[in-house]
C-alpha cells in the first residue's frame, strides 16, 4: 500500500512555469510507476505523464510533451512535474497515481492522491 499526496499547484500566467511534487509514503514505494493525471469539469480524467519504477522509463501525453518533464526521487520518495510554457488549457485539477505496471496504470492505477489545484490566465 501506497498513499500519495500532491503539492505546488497555484495560480499563473500562461507561459509561466509551475513545479507539482507528488510525495509517498510506503516502504516499497521504488517498485511503482508513478503517473500523473489531471481533470476538469464535465471531462473524463487524463492522462498526462508516467515514469517507470526506476526512472528510465517515461511517456507523455501529446499535449504535454516537449513543455513537461517528469522525474523521481526514489530516495525521497518523491516524483515531480516540472511544467513549463503553461497554457489556458493545461487548466485541471491534477493528480498523481500509483501502479505496478505501466500497462495498468492508464486504466485501473491502484492509488490515488487527492489531487492539487492548476490555474493558468491568459
Known amino acids: 500500500q501506497v498513499q500519495l499526496v500532491e503539492s505546488g499547484g497555484g495560480l499563473v500566467q500562461a507561459g509561466d512555469s509551475l513545479r507539482l511534487s507528488c510525495a509517498a509514503s510506503g516502504r516499497t514505494f521504488s517498485n511503482y510507476v508513478i503517473g500523473w493525471f489531471r481533470q476538469t469539469p464535465g471531462k473524463e480524467r487524463e492522462f498526462v505523464t508516467l515514469i517507470s519504477s526506476g526512472g528510465g522509463l517515461t511517456d507523455y501525453a501529446d499535449s504535454v510533451k516537449g513543455r513537461f518533464t517528469i522525474s523521481r526521487d526514489n530516495a525521497k520518495n518523491t516524483v515531480y512535474l516540472q511544467m513549463n510554457s503553461l497554457k489556458p488549457e493545461d487548466t485541471a485539477v491534477y493528480y498523481c497515481?500509483?501502479?505496478?505496471?505501466?500497462?495498468?496504470?492508464?486504466?485501473?492505477?491502484?492509488?490515488w492522491g487527492q489531487g492539487t489545484q492548476v490555474t493558468v490566465s491568459s
Open positions: 497515481a500509483a501502479s505496478y505496471t505501466v500497462a495498468t496504470l492508464k486504466n485501473r492505477a491502484s492509488y
